[in-house]
């Protein structure tokens, strides 16, 4: 139980394009996801917190008006890369707990979206 | 805010026996976690602390030290699949979200 969908798993675009990727909870419904980029052999780094039916929560640094993020459903969220530039080629992986877990429960992440803007 | 430093690398050898340590200076702190991650692959869960002491899960273990702001992994009778990185990551009173380690690169040799 407990899985997370990410689509799509790799995506390759032109720089000045826009580029969506979706996280869907298959089995459980979430709240709350969120989003993390990742660059390689580096950590995961939290880009924003998704909430169902209201504004997302960016971390200090992270463009809201560059990653667009909804949160539509209780299953889905998705985060829009706007005018994409090389420099926002990452791993973004999102997750999410279980709605009724608790801080002790696990995050469930998804496969992750390799993007390369060239 | 959270951060958590690791050591970037660990070599071993299969059948050992590994320890991952992990330091944080956090406000709020609530609990750690651990979790394994394949080059190109989603991070894992493997195990979480909420209270200072030993979990057990099968071959992977994890200890928490409040006082000491220290945590570690430990990975028994280890496997060429164990090779991976792993991440410890904090959660803290203020928000659901992970904050995650430095990580460390655990290559298993045979």
């Known amino acids: 139980g407990a899985v997370v969908s990410q689509h799509p798993s790799r995506v390759i675009c032109k720089s000045g394009t826009s580029v969506k990727i979706e996280c869907r909870s298959l089995?459980?419904?979430?709240?709350?996801m969120f989003w993390y980029r990742q660059f390689p052999k580096q950590s995961l780094m939290l880009m924003a917190t998704?909430?169902?039916?209201?504004?997302?929560?960016?971390e200090q640094g992270v463009e809201k008006d560059k990653f667009l993020i909804n949160h539509a459903s209780l299953t889905l969220s998705t985060l829009t890369v706007t005018s994409a530039h090389p420099e926002d080629s990452s791993f973004y992986i999102c997750?999410?707990?279980?709605?009724?877990?608790?801080?002790?429960?696990?995050?469930?992440f998804g496969n992750g979206t390799r993007l390369t803007v060239t | 805010g959270q951060s958590l430093e690791q050591p970037s690398e660990v070599t071993a050898v299969e059948g050992a026996i590994v320890q991952i340590n992990c330091t944080y200076q956090?406000?709020?702190?609530?609990?750690l976690s651990w979790y394994q991650q394949h080059d190109g692959g989603a991070p894992t869960f493997l195990s979480y602390?909420?209270?200072?002491g030993l979990e057990e899960t099968g071959r992977f273990s994890s200890f928490l030290s409040r006082s000491d702001s220290y945590g570690y992994l430990l990975l028994q009778e280890l496997q060429m699949k164990d090779s991976a990185s792993y991440f410890c990551?904090?959660?803290?009173?203020?928000?659901?979200?992970?904050?995650f380690g430095s990580g460390t690169r655990l290559q298993v040799q045979p």
């Open positions: 997750s999410a707990r279980v709605m009724t877990g608790t801080m002790d429960s696990p995050l469930h």
């Open positions: 089995d459980f419904q979430a709240t709350t």
């Open positions: 998704s909430n169902e039916g209201s504004k997302a929560t960016y």
């Open positions: 956090t406000s709020g702190f609530y609990g």
């Open positions: 602390n909420g209270l200072d």
């Open positions: 990551a904090a959660s803290d009173t203020g928000r659901r979200a992970l904050t």
